[in-house]
């Protein structure tokens, strides 16, 4: 069986035009050769850093960032290959939330008419849009009384309840979850992880959750890729890859995250990265993380390692830990 | 003497209160750290210390001691004399922060020439060697360069050799790690530790991350709705926080031990806005011991661990 979404070796090149007038072109490769599976009723999140191209693979998908090679398939149709008419009822059944609820709103709508939107859009009848904006709104914990109100009128959390509750109006399958509680504060944050979750167990959905937060990850996650400069260095059941890092780069991007205990502070050990990460337009040779890499050997900056199987269902790429001789699997 | 003590300090627009009666002190070479949500007024109280207050907000009543002098007395030329030689300030976004038409060796030496401390071709050297100081590879040449040419964490960086190059005694950072990446961050949470100690330098860091207070501070101060509700001992107040919102803000933050997929604690509600704020304890509508003698206002009490709240969980003090 095929599963909900699976993005195969894509790849998202963008053209820059660089020198002291734009005269010569060079290519930022902000995805390069991206491969993720979501399964029903489970959720993957990519994790990274600034510019590891997280976003654009979840851009990708949702059609908002050209395709230079690879395929995405969503329940076994490939993407690129749609219609319009096609294109349009995958938006059905694939929905997104992104991280400013503020920006995501129209100011001037009230919070029934934004969730209205989309049914409107499919060709809902009034009286069934009336109901089906209350249900939703009961859904996502907002009082109906206000459904007059606007966005202005709530707080950052209650807006991304709205926008949860809008990207729910045509029952999808998939939610691309783009950093959906990093504007938020930390006490309401848990109130949407809640409700996210409550949500996946009672509809069945599917995350595609993009953060930079790991510890929200490991909290939400069944499976876990981590990207660096374009390319998933690890990818493996969220439990698994937080316990037994195997890259070194998802080894210290996990040591970084300050811990809320001082009694640790001085008995943690810390990997502290040196350096700034390379810029996509001019990426290191051979392994992306070779120039910041505590393990880096001359050998690494040679040729890009694959992703190879550290057990049936983790992976990395990263010659000195993984070495080659297991069979090469690319997924 | 504290280097830094103010004194119910509340600041607000024309009817709206902001912060309303701020207590703390930062002693010489301390990491203080000042923790709330948005709207609780740390960021605030840190510009009043500086006295950056956008237009339209004062200072409604409460003193700022730095080093035994009341700032809040002192005249526009006197204030501007500290600022930048013995009171220095980093902010969340480097990028916007920094002069985006000045070379950045410029902007690093600024101070130095501007409080009279060195030459100009002696700060400029300076300014090199403080950007090697604080990791930027070839300063010689990035000493060069504008801002848009340095990547944030680089111009973070930068913001931080400004800061600390004429060795001020209190250094005040706003959220300094927030726009960064993780990797970065441990970086630049690491460097300010170690020159800071290096000059002595006090901190007061204002932060919402409860990991960054944990690894960083010294004493902590939890504001809530323009109130300090709770201030302690780094250790004491994670180990036994005694104010329900400190408790409650501690058990949010999902940990990496604990067993994934289960539901997070919340704290019930939202965070009201000023105009919205109960009276009596702000934190009462949210509160699960909340009940009518919340309506008068708490003080703040207790010695080194300290807490305002009716109600408070058994401590340590």
């Known amino acids: ?331 | 003497m504290s280097l830094l003590a103010i004194d119910d300090l509340a600041i607000g627009a024309a009817d709206l209160s902001l912060v309303d009666g701020v207590t703390l002190s930062v002693e010489p070479g301390e990491v203080v750290a000042l923790v709330g949500e948005s709207g609780s007024g740390k960021s605030l109280t840190a510009l009043s210390i500086m006295g950056l207050l956008a237009d339209g907000l004062q200072r409604q009543r409460g003193s700022i001691e730095f080093d035994g002098v009341d700032l809040t007395q002192l005249a526009d030329e006197q204030l501007r004399s500290l600022r930048g030689a013995e009171l220095a300030m980093i902010f969340q976004e480097p990028v916007s922060s920094l002069n985006p038409l000045a070379a950045v060796g410029d902007q690093v030496a600024e101070s130095l020439i501007v409080h009279g401390r060195s030459s100009v071709a002696d700060a400029g050297r300076e300014a090199i060697d403080m950007l090697r100081r604080v990791g930027i590879p070839e300063p010689e040449r990035r000493a060069r360069q504008l801002p848009t040419e340095l990547s944030g964490g680089m111009c973070q960086r930068v913001m931080i050799a400004a800061a600390l190059i004429s060795r001020p005694r209190l250094l005040i950072a706003d959220e300094p790690t927030t726009a960064l990446d993780v990797t970065i961050q441990a970086q630049i949470l690491a460097l300010m530790s170690a020159l800071a100690e290096e000059a002595n330098t006090a901190i007061l860091l204002i932060t919402h991350d409860m990991g960054v207070v944990a690894e960083m501070a010294d004493k902590v101060c939890v504001m809530y709705g323009g109130r300090v509700v709770e201030q302690g001992p780094v250790e004491a107040l994670f180990a036994t926080p005694r104010h329900p919102y400190t408790n409650m803000l501690l058990k949010t933050i999902p940990r990496l031990d604990e067993e994934p997929g289960q539901e997070l604690f919340a704290i019930p509600g939202n965070v009201p806005s000023p105009r919205d704020w109960p009276v009596g304890c702000r934190f009462r509508t949210r509160c699960d011991r909340a009940d009518e003698t919340c309506a008068e206002r708490p003080a703040l009490t207790g010695q080194l661990h300290q807490v305002a709240c009716h109600h408070a969980l058994r401590g340590d003090a």
């Open chain 1, 1 to 331: 069986m095929s599963s909900l979404l699976q993005i195969s070796d894509l790849k998202v090149h963008f053209p820059v035009r660089t020198g002291r007038f734009g005269g010569s072109q060079s290519v930022v490769k902000a995805v390069d050769g991206v491969s993720i599976r979501i399964e029903q009723n489970e959720t993957v999140a990519i994790v990274g850093e600034s510019g590891c191209g997280k976003s654009t693979t979840g851009n990708a998908v949702l059609g908002l960032a050209p395709v230079t090679a690879g395929r995405i398939e969503f329940q076994g149709q490939d993407l690129a290959s749609l219609n319009a008419k096609g294109r349009r009822d995958v938006w059905r059944d694939l929905q997104v939330i992104f991280q400013d609820p503020v920006s995501a709103l129209n100011p001037r709508r009230t919070i029934a008419q934004s969730i209205a939107e989309p049914l409107q859009i499919h060709g809902h009848d009034e009286r069934q849009i009336e109901a089906r904006v209350d249900e939703l709104m009961g859904l996502v914990g907002l009082n109906p009384d206000q459904r007059d109100r606007r966005p202005g009128a709530l707080s950052g959390g209650q807006r991304q309840r709205v926008v949860i509750a809008r990207a729910l109006a045509l029952s999808p399958k998939l939610i691309i979850c783009d950093e959906p509680v990093s504007a938020l504060d930390v006490s309401i944050q848990s109130q949407i992880l809640n409700l996210l979750m409550r949500l996946q167990r009672e509809l069945g959905l599917s995350y595609l959750f993009i953060a930079h937060d790991l510890s929200v990850v490991r909290h939400i996650a069944d499976r876990v890729a981590v990207m660096y400069l374009g390319m998933v260095v690890e990818e493996g059941p969220a439990a698994t890859v937080f316990a037994n890092p195997v890259h070194p780069y998802t080894e210290a991007l996990l040591s970084a995250i300050p811990l809320p205990d001082p009694a640790l502070r001085h008995s943690r050990r810390k990997i502290v990265l040196e350096g700034d990460l390379p810029s996509p337009m001019n990426p290191p040779s051979g392994c992306p993380f070779v120039t910041r890499c505590p393990l880096a050997e001359p050998a690494c900056a040679e040729a890009r390692p694959a992703l190879e199987a550290v057990s049936a269902q983790h992976f990395a790429r990263c010659r000195v830990r993984v070495p080659i001789t297991r069979e090469s699997q690319d997924c």
